[in-house]
């Protein structure tokens, strides 16, 4: 991305070669698979225009997940605003079904954390983001990224509990 700031093309291409191949498996387990695509051209584009918002002193996966996280997140809400068609009982339901559910399920509960908890456990447990990195991506001191992300959990983990005693 240095490289590429600087003006160099062909660093610039690569990168967005290899940026476009890590965003296809990013989302490959957060949304559909026909929206994985666009939404992968869509933070393309962001990088794109944004590009020189990157500081070289910061990890640049993490201002890339931040990215794709924004993004991810704009395609879940679009699908929400598009609302939902009845379906047929006996409709073949795709293979990824269950990934699609366990990240609709998953994004639901961690809507019920405070803004803070839910980002730096999407960091740091789910896209393997090292507690520095998600600091440096949140602007939460290193004790603070760890103490949201046990709180975080903790109240899922009592969430899970109430819910299953519920039922």
Do not use: C
């Amino acid at each position: 991305m240095v490289a590429a700031q600087a003006g160099d093309a062909t660093a610039y291409r690569k990168l967005l070669s290899e940026i476009d191949v890590w965003l296809k498996r990013y989302y490959s387990r957060r949304l559909p698979s026909p929206m994985i695509d666009d939404v992968a051209q869509n933070v393309l584009l962001a990088i794109h225009a944004k590009r020189h918002t990157y500081d070289p002193g910061r990890p640049f996966i993490a201002w890339l997940s931040a990215i794709a996280h924004y993004k991810w997140v704009d395609a879940l809400q679009s699908l929400q605003a598009h609302g939902t068609i009845p379906l047929d009982e006996d409709m073949a339901v795709p293979a990824d079904e269950a990934a699609v559910t366990s990240a609709f399920s998953l994004e639901s509960l961690l809507a019920r954390l405070k803004p803070a908890q839910a980002e730096v456990i999407r960091l740091v447990r789910l896209e393997e983001h090292s507690v520095e990195e998600a600091s440096q991506a949140t602007g939460q001191s290193a004790s603070l990224v760890k103490v949201n992300i046990h709180r975080g959990l903790k109240l899922l983990a009592d969430l899970l509990r109430d819910d299953s005693d519920i039922r």
